[in-house]
């Protein structure tokens, strides 16, 4: 139980255009989705948390106009990239909340965005 | 704010032989503690979490860690490594029931033949 899926597993985009990564529970409801973002040889750094039906909260320092999150429903997540540029480039990972209260977030499997 | 140091960016142990890898949290509040794997290009799993439960926890592949409340610890052990082990692993704090998760800088094992 518990699973959590991200689509695409990677992307290749040119400077400029827009990349959206959906991140999905598969067999639970959540209420809360987490994005994070992790650079080469490094850890996780929450970028925003995301409640259904609510605006997400972005940490300190992440441009909300350039990471758009949307948690439109209780399965699933995007997380939109605009305008990506080659710094953009790195592993982003969703992870989730059940709704039945359990203590631990559920990790997707991961996105790898290059920005050409 | 809570807070992971993990001790050593990179282990080598030999297949067979114990797996030590460090975790230490500072927390104002009883933390929720987790250890998770990751391997190239994926997600993270998770091998075990300390609830307040017990203190030696068990996870899964064979893993274990203990929570040392006086040394603000929470290390993470196996008794033989195996190749499949090789990974990173991140320990992770947090004070609230899957809210403001701190991750460790992380560790990366070797397991070497």
């Known amino acids: 139980g518990a699973v959590v899926s991200q689509h695409p597993s990677w992307v290749i985009c040119k400077s400029g255009t827009s990349v959206k990564i959906e991140c999905r529970s598969l067999d639970f409801q959540a209420t809360t989705m987490f994005w994070y973002r992790q650079f080469p040889k490094q850890s996780l750094m929450l970028m925003a948390t995301s409640n259904e039906g609510s605006k997400a909260t972005y940490e300190q320092g992440v441009e909300k106009d350039k990471f758009l999150i949307n948690h439109a429903s209780l399965t699933l997540s995007t997380l939109t990239v605009t305008s990506a540029h080659p710094e953009d480039s790195s592993f982003y990972i969703c992870?989730?909340?059940?709704?039945?209260?359990?203590?631990?977030?559920?990790f997707g499997p991961g996105t790898r965005l290059t920005v050409l | 704010a809570q807070s992971v140091t993990q001790l050593g960016s990179h282990v080598s142990v030999s297949e067979g032989a114990l797996v030590l890898l460090r975790c230490n949290y500072s927390?104002?509040?009883?933390?929720?503690l987790f250890w998770y794997v990751q391997y190239p290009n994926q997600g993270l799993q998770l091998l075990l979490k300390y609830t307040s439960a017990a203190t030696l926890v068990k996870g899964i592949n064979g893993f274990e860690a203990e929570f040392k409340k006086s040394e603000t610890s929470f290390h993470l052990t196996k008794p033989s490594a195996h190749m499949s082990d090789a990974a990173e692993y991140f320990c992770a704090v947090s004070v609230g029931r899957g809210q403001n998760f701190v991750f460790g800088p992380g560790t990366r094992l070797s397991v070497l033949p």
């Open positions: 992870s989730a909340l059940t709704s039945g209260g359990a203590i631990e977030q559920f």
């Open positions: 927390s104002s509040v009883p933390p929720y």
